[in-house]
């Protein structure tokens, strides 16, 4: 019987339980989820029916899996608190943010510990969750990765590269999104009505999406079949590149990636 308890139940928690909930790994009655807030603990009891505790030792003391689920300022004190009481067989999964895995291993050096970076799309069961874990941590990664396949897509990389795989797949959500905000903007002065401009714009966002993902091809590629020579998406295309569009989304990225590296 696989127990898993998470400590945190904020955004991403609760993306994660939700996909998680659904999935044959782990009935929902067999995670728990643990929170200082009671609100947050009664909406996952109430939505996704698993079990909810304000006690982090009490909800640790019979599972295999712990995942920590708090901001990086919030780790240190869980550490301290369960660093007793965790028994060495229980594995620690973390989504903590710049937090190393051997920074963690300094504080509970008894404990195996893997590092994941999903994101909130682990709610539809879409997250993009990247895994990595010491050399010695071979069997469990792979009951891991099996976890979080169940809610997503999933890439084991190596730890160095975690900063980054935060910044493209877990920040990368509210990028992405950003970007769908202005076509729906767009849409809007054109004169469609908000919710209609949402409907063509997410749909064909997944049709973008879609299409990379299934042909495997680069997105320039899947550009050329869309740009009519003289066409309006080419007019488009380069009035946005003249106005900056992939520079300001590059120097997005190495600004957070940069932002990233200074967190703890
Ligand atoms: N939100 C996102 O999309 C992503 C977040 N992350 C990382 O995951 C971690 C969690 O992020 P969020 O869920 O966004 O944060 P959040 O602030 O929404 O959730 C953290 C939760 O932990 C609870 N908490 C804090 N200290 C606690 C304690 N001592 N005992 C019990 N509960 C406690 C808080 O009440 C809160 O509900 C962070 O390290 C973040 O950087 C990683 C990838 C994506
Ligand atoms: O904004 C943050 O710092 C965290 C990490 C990725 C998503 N949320």
């Not at 909930?21 to 996704?48: C, P, Q």
């Not at 920074?103 to 994941?116: D, L, Q, S, T, Y």
């Not at 879609?210 to 680069?218: D, F």
Request: proline share 2%; hydrophobic share 40%.
């Amino acid at each position: 019987m696989n127990k898993i308890t998470i400590i945190g139940g904020g955004n991403l928690g609760k993306s994660i339980i939700s996909g998680l909930g659904n999935s044959d790994l782990f009935e929902a009655k067999h995670i728990t989820v643990v929170d200082k807030s009671e609100h947050n603990l009664t909406e996952v009891k109430e939505k996704l029916g698993v079990s909810t505790s304000q006690h982090i030792i009490e909800a640790i003391s019979d599972v295999k899996w712990v995942i920590l689920c708090v901001q990086p300022r919030q780790l240190d004190a869980v550490l301290e608190e369960i660093k007793e009481e965790l028994i060495a067989d229980q594995i620690l999964i973390s989504t903590v943010t710049g937090t190393s895995i051997a920074e963690i291993n300094e504080v509970v050096p008894k404990n195996k510990v893997i590092r994941v970076m999903p994101n909130t799309g682990a709610s539809k069961k879409l997250s993009m969750t990247c895994i990595s874990a010491n050399e010695d941590v071979k069997e469990e990664l792979v009951f891991v990765q099996k976890m979080f396949d169940t809610i997503g897509k999933t890439l084991i990389i190596e730890e160095r590269l975690m900063q980054a795989a935060t910044v493209l797949g877990a920040s990368g959500i509210a990028f992405f999104l950003r970007f769908l905000r202005a076509m729906i903007q767009g849409g809007i002065q054109m004169g469609f009505h908000p919710h209609e401009a949402q409907i063509i714009a997410v749909q064909t966002a997944m049709g973008a999406a879609t299409l990379v993902a299934k042909n495997g091809t680069h997105p320039e590629r899947e550009i050329d079949k869309v740009t009519t020579p003289q066409g309006c998406t080419i007019e488009g295309l380069n009035e946005m590149e003249h106005q900056g569009l992939s520079s300001s989304v590059i120097k997005g990225v190495m600004a957070s990636y940069e932002k990233i590296n200074t967190i703890k």
